[in-house]
């Protein structure tokens, strides 16, 4: 069949527990929210099926085995990570994009997933993506900020990038704490390599000096 079915859930998540809000301070899980909405039976009728998640990274941090299992239900499943989602941006920048090239420009999901995952997302949030009980995750990896897709960090603060040196062959970025309360005695420096691809677990996408990001399963 050539259907369709796409559902958007824009909710708060509760960043103790991922909790999805629901009503009037009240909060439940996904599998509860989406049975209330529709008899889930139906879902199979349709020839795809993609579930969009607009909300906080809690609930990836503390659901993540609910989105996972949502795959049951759903071809495709899109969450987002950051604390603070901000459904805009990620709806009009992301998802209606995701949708123009995969729906009506009938365009590999998985394509139209990269094609979406512009700068401007990548820069504000990383995206979660569920298929076949599989979660893989795509964030940015800037050379100059985050190299392996975590912020470099020292005193509870942004380190600054130095510069980049070899060492045994591979390219380390060099990164300084900034902080002027730095314990005496503990060096300032942290020398990052880069992770390289991996099959089955990371792929890296772009280079140093450009827009740069990672895929990797979770």
């Not at 995969?102 to 990548?122: M, N, S, T």
Request: glycine letters at 8%; one cysteine or more; aromatic letters at 12%.
């Amino acid at each position: 069949r050539s259907s369709r079915l796409i559902i958007i859930v824009n909710t708060h998540a509760n960043p103790e527990d991922g909790g999805l809000l629901y009503g009037s301070g009240k909060f439940a899980s996904l599998d509860a929210i989406l049975s209330h909405v529709l008899d889930l039976s139906v879902i199979k009728s349709y020839g795809r099926s993609f579930l969009f998640l607009v909300t906080c990274g809690g609930f990836v941090k503390y659901a993540l085995e609910e989105l996972r299992a949502s795959c049951q239900w759903f071809s495709s499943v899109i969450a987002f990570g950051a604390d603070n989602v901000d459904p805009l941006l990620v709806s009009t920048q992301f998802l209606f994009t995701l949708m123009d090239f995969h729906i009506f420009g009938c365009e590999p999901f998985d394509l139209a997933v990269h094609r979406a995952f512009k700068r401007e997302v990548a820069f504000h949030t990383s995206v979660y993506i569920a298929n076949q009980s599989q979660v893989g995750r795509l964030v940015e990896c800037a050379w100059r900020r985050r190299p392996n897709g975590v912020d470099v960090r020292c005193c509870n603060k942004l380190a600054k990038y130095v510069a980049n040196r070899p060492r045994k062959g591979k390219d380390v970025a060099i990164f300084r704490c900034q902080e002027k309360t730095h314990p005496e005695g503990v060096t300032r420096i942290q020398r990052i390599e880069p992770l390289l691809d991996a099959d089955g677990v990371r792929k890296i996408y772009g280079k140093r000096g450009d827009f740069r990001y990672m895929f990797e399963f979770v």
